[in-house]
């Protein structure tokens, strides 16, 4: 595994991005919700320890990030999910983290499951 700094990580990430876009003539661009995401999700693949110090806020406290756990998002249609991981993180972690394996699970197959 090549370890990179969050840094030059961020700018490889945003570089697939605007080229996966591109090629679908599209643009590359993020709000404040979107550059939070990025920046967990950079964190969460190059297994920064930074990632820890993240929560999620709930009604009953913070349940705290780990990456000795996977990833659930939620969120509304549209919002980029399925491209962040299936093309960015996707393209990013095989050729900086080879060894991280993950797998994408619809929400129609996690409600099918229960």
């Given at each position: 595994m090549v370890k990179l700094p969050y840094n030059k990580s961020a700018i490889i990430i945003s570089?697939?991005?605007s080229q996966q876009l591109k090629s679908q003539g599209l643009e590359f661009r993020l709000d404040e919700d979107l550059k939070r995401l990025y920046r967990l999700m950079t964190l969460y693949f190059t297994s920064n320890i930074?990632?820890?110090s993240h929560s999620l806020k709930t009604e009953n406290g913070d349940i705290p990030y780990s990456l000795k756990?996977?990833?659930?998002?939620?969120?509304?249609?549209?919002?980029?999910?399925?491209?962040c991981f299936e093309s960015i993180f996707k393209t990013?972690?095989?050729h900086?983290?080879?060894?991280?394996?993950?797998?994408?699970?619809?929400s129609y197959a996690i409600q099918q499951a229960f």
């Open positions: 570089r697939i991005a930074d990632f820890e756990k996977g990833i659930l998002l939620i969120g509304p249609t549209g919002r980029s999910k399925t491209f990013f972690t095989r900086y983290n080879p060894g991280a394996r993950y797998r994408i699970v619809s």
